[in-house]
């Protein structure tokens, strides 16, 4: 069973870093691009950012490029998001998600989010 | 990377059938044959519904369907039923190697 859970969120001020884990299981995590999508309390989705398997390929969604870094370590099977520069506009429950096995077509799998706050 | 547009909300009583429009661009959606559908229930990370515009994953009811035309996308849900009450998400893969949503649409069921 494909299972995703991140982890990482919390309250941070306006400025402030935090990093996002994800722990994946279930799939063979290296063969798999992945993704940050983030979704602000009564907004929609909001696609941050994507990495191929084998690191090759990494891109940020325009509002995130320099702040934020997305990377993976294979060996444990997991995936970071690394946020600097935190603005109160990044507050947000930032979901875990792979692309399917055919590549970026589709998201076929999310985790359950974690929230994280900026606020001063 | 602007969002797609879709409609904010759409009604329909059990048993009707709803569409969905999800608008965009030659550089998303009308660009590539990677539209997707997602639903997502309060509280609920979302659900893909419909893949590469008309392709259903395996588990998800034959009442969804989708389609294209141009730069316009659409989801289908025929013989509504309370359980589709939700938010439905489209999404498209870009000409910059990049992913974009749609506005999301609010589906009811009177």
């Known amino acids: 069973e494909v299972q995703l859970v991140e982890s990482g969120g919390g309250l941070v001020k306006p400025g402030g870093s935090l990093r996002l884990s994800c722990a994946a299981s279930?799939?063979?995590?290296?063969?798999?691009?992945m993704n940050w999508v983030r979704q602000a309390p009564g907004k929609g989705l909001e696609w941050v950012s994507s990495?191929?398997?084998?690191?090759?390929?990494?891109y940020y969604a325009d509002s995130m490029k320099g702040r934020f870094t997305i990377s993976r370590d294979n060996a444990k099977n997991s995936l970071f998001l690394q946020m600097n520069s935190l603005r109160v506009e990044d507050t947000a429950v930032y979901y875990c998600?792979?692309?399917?096995?055919?590549?970026?077509?589709?998201?076929?799998?999310w985790g359950q989010g974690t929230l994280v706050t900026v606020s001063s | 990377q602007s969002a797609l547009t879709q409609p904010a909300s759409v009604s329909g009583s059990p048993g009707q059938s709803i569409t969905i429009s999800c608008t965009g661009t030659?550089?998303?959606?009308?660009?590539?044959?990677?539209v997707s559908w997602y639903q997502q229930h309060p509280g609920k990370a979302p659900k893909v519904m419909i893949y590469?515009?008309?392709n259903r994953p395996s588990g998800v009811s034959d009442r969804f369907s989708g389609s294209k035309s141009g730069n316009t996308a659409s989801l289908t849900i025929s013989g509504l039923q309370a359980e589709d009450e939700a938010d439905y998400y489209c999404?498209?893969?870009?000409?910059?190697?990049?992913?974009?949503f749609g506005t999301g649409t609010k589906v009811s069921v009177l």
């Open positions: 998600a792979r692309y399917s096995p055919a590549g970026t077509t589709y998201i076929d799998y």
């Open positions: 030659s550089s998303d959606v009308g660009g590539y044959n990677y």
């Open positions: 999404s498209s893969y870009t000409s910059i190697n990049t992913y974009v």
């Open positions: 990495i191929s398997g084998s690191s090759d390929y990494i």
């Open positions: 279930g799939f063979t995590f290296n063969t798999y691009s």
């Open positions: 590469e515009v008309s």
